[in-house]
């Protein structure tokens, strides 16, 4: 036979008047238990995007602790911000189970599924087509926030780089994850680690080892890692990389339209997001952008035909964008010297953004990294044209 089960107000019809308003001379029952609500903040990625996050988790219900079982309130809602970081932001609604920790949270095409262990907060996402992971990590019982980090990583022997974040939360402990964003993609890595001070040292899932310098202001930081193949690289991050979601600033601003399946879909005008030329040229080279104000960085890679060299990983440490115009620049690859130090190469571009923010075109320049028996000249392409990989969708929208 089955049995049923009220509703919680035919529960609470049904309770003795010690539960509610007393008489003179009574005792009541339970107070009702506030809401518990906890925010966290943290940081995603995919092979198509990197961003933050923030969700609101309630972790008990507004009922007294006698009725929670039979009214069966649990999972709570959840509520929460994801911001790209080529600055869309995106509203999260759904559902938080504090008993087992378990998120599921969906809006615009995310869907994030995850849950809370030990005070930090991980799981998978999907966004489109593209799936990834997410870390996170609560404010302190004093109100401290963590601090958020985007950015992106490049290898010094390969043409693997991508995207990375790290959330540091405020006793300490240190989660992330990597997404490959290059052609010749190996996945990713979830990051865990320590922080103390300026220093930052994590280790990865797969093996990998590394360690970091935040700036002296706090909003950057950068390092090395090395994988336990004994391959390595470099990466960086910055807090205001991550778009509005976490507090801590956004990237490129402005609004544009264009159609799109189901609805109207929105460009930002900066140049953070991923860039690529089309397969099959003498040139081929991917990037992904970050931008923190006027501040272009990021990672990429380049691939050629010329003799003796192929190509490289790149690390874009410094650039610009600015009405429509945008540079940037750094370090190409790395060949062993043979005493523990390192021939580098060096890249640059400069050109301009089309009035949509679909396009950038302009000229390369690379410098292949020597080794000990051959000095490469550098080289020049000119014309050379990247198209972006929109992260906005048609139920996203931009916060100017």
């Known amino acids: 036979m089955r049995r049923l089960i009220p509703k919680v107000g035919v529960v609470l019809a049904m309770l003795p008047a010690a539960v509610g308003c007393a008489s003179s001379g009574e005792t009541t029952g339970p107070a009702p238990t506030p809401k518990s609500t906890t925010t966290y903040f943290g940081a995603f990625v995919t092979k198509r995007t990197s961003g933050g996050f923030s969700m609101a988790l309630a972790s008990t219900a507004d009922i007294a602790p006698s009725l929670l079982a039979a009214a069966s309130v649990t999972p709570t809602m959840a509520t929460g911000t994801a911001s790209t970081v080529d600055g869309v932001n995106t509203q999260l609604t759904g559902t ?16 994030f599924t995850g849950s809370v262990s030990a005070g930090t907060l991980s799981g998978t996402l999907t966004d489109q087509t593209a799936s990834g992971s997410f870390t996170g990590a609560g404010a302190s019982a004093s109100g401290v926030a963590p601090k958020v980090f985007c950015g992106s990583y490049a290898a010094t022997a390969s043409n693997d780089f991508g995207w990375l974040t790290l959330v540091i939360a405020p006793s300490g402990t240190v989660s992330g994850t990597t997404g490959s964003a290059g052609v010749q993609s190996n996945g990713g890595a979830a990051i865990t680690g320590s922080a103390a001070g300026t220093s930052v040292t994590i280790a990865t899932n797969q093996g990998g080892s590394g360690s970091a310098t935040i700036s002296a202001d706090g909003t950057s930081l950068s390092g090395s890692y090395k994988n336990s193949d004994g391959s390595g690289g470099t990466f960086q991050a910055s807090a205001g990389s991550c778009g509005g979601a976490t507090g801590s600033g956004g990237t490129g601003t402005g609004t544009g339209t264009g159609t799109g399946t189901g609805g109207t879909s929105n460009v930002p005008t900066g140049v953070a997001g991923l860039w690529q030329t089309a397969l099959g040229l003498s040139t081929v080279v991917n ?5 923190t104000g006027s501040n272009v960085t990021g990672s990429g890679a380049i691939t050629v035909n010329i003799p003796s060299y192929t190509g490289n990983s790149f690390t874009a440490t410094t650039g610009s964008y600015s009405n429509n115009a945008v540079s940037f620049s750094g370090t190409l690859g790395q060949n062993p010297v043979g005493n523990g130090s390192f021939y580098y190469g060096a890249l640059s571009f400069s050109g301009t953004v089309s009035s949509d923010g679909l396009t950038m075109t302009g000229t390369l320049l690379y410098t292949p990294p020597r080794t000990a028996t051959q000095t490469f000249s550098q080289q020049t392409a000119t014309g050379v044209t990247l198209t972006r990989t929109i992260s906005s969708t048609s139920s996203q929208s931009i916060t100017p």
Do not use: K, R
Request: aromatic fraction near 10%; hydrophobic fraction near 40%.
């Open 96 to 111: 938080f189970d504090a008993s087992s920790g378990s998120l599921h949270m969906t809006g615009g095409n995310f869907t």
């Open 287 to 291: 990037v992904a952008l970050d931008q």
